[in-house]
């Protein structure tokens, strides 16, 4: 699909919200990045700017990409609303055309799965790969399952080997550090929590 059909897609769902996410940063980030020491940091499908700004909070200098603008202008609102929108550049990218430049010490990729052919997930988490410094990060999040609320979607969840198969990574040049499915919790459109399980594969490059 075309760039304006994705963009438009992702917009249109924002829209229709006033928070389609919950502010709070990404579980498996904290935990995952919490200890490493603060530098440059990529987040691919920034969204509202959740994770962006708890890096940037932490010393990170962040380059926050995503597709809808509408995303990323509240995002921007909520940057200078915590005093950070100094370390955080706000990009708009259709993964799928174009890709932010730069290598960085840090790249994660969370929950970037999309109906159809609107994202071409392998070869952007590809491209994720090749922007990770050496001695940098890779955190990749995704969910293993679909939601209770939407049982019949036709999305491609990968299992964690999937996702490191598609990588593609060359030999001797990563070092695999986690490769896991795990429990969250997360409020359904009726407000009940419900338990999900995502998938995260954290790899540093030598």
């Known amino acids: ?26 579980a498996a980030l904290v935990r995952e990045v919490g200890d490493l020491p603060p530098g440059t940091a990529l987040d691919l499908g920034a969204g509202e700017g959740a994770d962006a700004i ?12 995503d597709i809808s603008q509408v995303a990323l202008d509240r995002a921007a609102r909520h940057a200078r609303d ?8 706000l990009q708009r990218h259709d993964l799928a055309e174009t890709f932010p430049g730069g290598s960085y010490d840090l790249v994660c990729a ?14 952007v988490l590809r491209s994720a790969a090749a922007a ?6 890779l955190l990749i999040v995704g969910h293993a399952g679909p939601p209770p609320w939407e049982p019949g979607t036709d999305v491609h969840l990968p299992t964690p080997q999937e996702v490191l198969d598609a990588l593609e990574l060359p030999d ?16 359904g459109p009726d407000g009940e929590p419900h338990t ?7 790899l540093r490059r030598t």
């Open 1 to 26: 699909m075309s760039e304006d059909t994705g963009a438009r897609f992702w917009d249109d769902r924002y829209a229709q919200h006033e928070h389609l996410w919950s502010g709070e940063p990404n």
């Open 54 to 65: 708890w890096l940037a909070r932490r010393g990170w200098r962040v380059t926050a990409a």
């Open 82 to 89: 915590a005093g950070v929108a100094d370390r955080i550049d």
């Open 110 to 123: 969370f929950f970037l799965h999309s109906p159809g052919e609107l994202l071409p997930r392998g070869r």
């Open 132 to 137: 990770v410094a050496p001695g940098g990060t």
């Open 172 to 187: 001797g040049e990563w070092e695999l550090l986690l490769s896991e499915e795990h429990e969250r919790v997360q409020k």
């Open 196 to 202: 999900r399980i995502d998938n995260a594969l954290k």
